[in-house]
């Protein structure tokens, strides 16, 4: 089977510097993916590591380990408007069908005053 | 402005009934998908096409079925084999080249009465 895990839930105030842990198991990978859903919204694509070491972007960044199965998202200079959830994703194959993404349960980050 | 407009927001259905959720892109994406969210969990693939006049099962398809006559144009019929039908419907696309980059709607949702 298929399986992603990632925190529940996460707690970080204002400013501060907080991690979401990704580890994934699946027959076959290409890349792992993050994305942000506020409340009731549609998730947006925040960034993608098809090879092992860290992306940034502003104030996000992604980070993978092939060979450990394992991946995170940063996100630094916490704000309020962060408080959403952050759902990772793995591109797997599929014979002749380019593949197809499937998601974790998602992590609710909610940023404190 | 390119997007992805899914109609209508908030959807009723009746015992036995046949229900259409409409996804519509101006993006002039190959690929597009439909994706189930219960609450607090993460987002399960039900189908997705790659190309017009073809689409493929996901992981949840029993109960739904879709058409893809125009790449624009993407419905989901949620028929009245789907037993558990209330959820958050997703819709989304992506250039084949880079399908970890999904771009989503708005979302509609689900209940029965």
Same mark, same amino acid.
């Given at each position: 089977?298929?399986?992603?895990?990632?925190?529940?839930?996460?707690?970080?105030?204002?400013?501060?510097?907080?991690?979401?842990?990704?580890?994934?198991?699946?027959? !076959?990978?290409?890349?792992? /993916? %993050?994305?942000?859903?506020?409340?009731?919204?549609?998730?947006? *694509?925040? /960034?993608?590591?098809?090879?092992? !070491?860290?992306?940034? &972007?502003? $104030? *996000?960044?992604?980070?993978?380990?092939?060979?450990? /199965?394992?991946?995170?998202?940063?996100?630094?200079?916490?704000?309020?408007?962060?408080?959403?959830?952050?759902?990772?994703?793995? $591109?797997?194959?599929?014979?002749?069908?380019?593949?197809?993404?499937?998601?974790?349960?998602?992590?609710?980050?909610?940023?404190?005053? | 402005? !390119?997007?992805?407009?899914?109609?209508?927001?908030?959807?009723? $259905?009746? =015992?036995?009934?046949?229900?259409?959720?409409?996804? =519509?892109?101006?993006?002039?994406?190959?690929?597009?998908? %439909?994706?189930?969210?219960?609450?607090?969990?993460?987002? $399960?693939?039900?189908?997705?096409?790659?190309?017009?006049?073809?689409?493929?099962?996901?992981?949840?398809?029993?109960?739904?079925?879709? /058409?893809? =006559?125009?790449?624009?144009?993407?419905?989901? &019929?949620? &028929?009245?084999?789907?037993?558990?039908?209330?959820?958050?419907?997703?819709?989304?696309?992506?250039?084949? &080249?880079?399908?970890?980059?999904?771009? *989503? !709607?708005?979302?509609?949702?689900?209940?029965?009465?």
């Amino acid at each position: 089977g298929q399986s992603l895990e990632q925190p529940s839930e996460v707690t970080a105030v204002e400013g501060a510097i907080v991690q979401i842990n990704c580890t994934y198991q699946t027959s !076959g990978f290409y890349g792992l /993916s %993050w994305y942000q859903q506020h409340d009731g919204g549609a998730p947006t *694509f925040l /960034s993608y590591n098809a090879l092992d !070491g860290l992306e940034e &972007t502003g $104030r *996000f960044s992604s980070f993978l380990s092939r060979s450990d /199965s394992y991946g995170y998202l940063l996100l630094q200079e916490l704000q309020m408007k962060d408080s959403a959830s952050y759902f990772c994703a793995v $591109r797997v194959p599929i014979y002749n069908q380019g593949g197809k993404l499937i998601f974790g349960q998602g992590t609710e980050l909610s940023v404190k005053p | 402005d !390119g997007g992805i407009t899914q109609s209508p927001k908030y959807l009723f $259905r009746k =015992e036995g009934q046949n229900v259409t959720l409409s996804c =519509e892109q101006n993006l002039n994406h190959d690929a597009m998908y %439909w994706y189930r969210q219960d609450p607090g969990q993460g987002l $399960r693939l039900i189908y997705y096409s790659q190309i017009v006049n073809d689409f493929q099962k996901g992981d949840i398809a029993e109960g739904y079925s879709v /058409s893809r =006559e125009k790449k624009e144009s993407f419905p989901l &019929t949620v &028929t009245s084999a789907q037993k558990n039908p209330t959820a958050f419907y997703l819709c989304a696309s992506s250039i084949r &080249t880079l399908r970890e980059k999904l771009f *989503f !709607g708005s979302g509609t949702q689900l209940s029965v009465l």
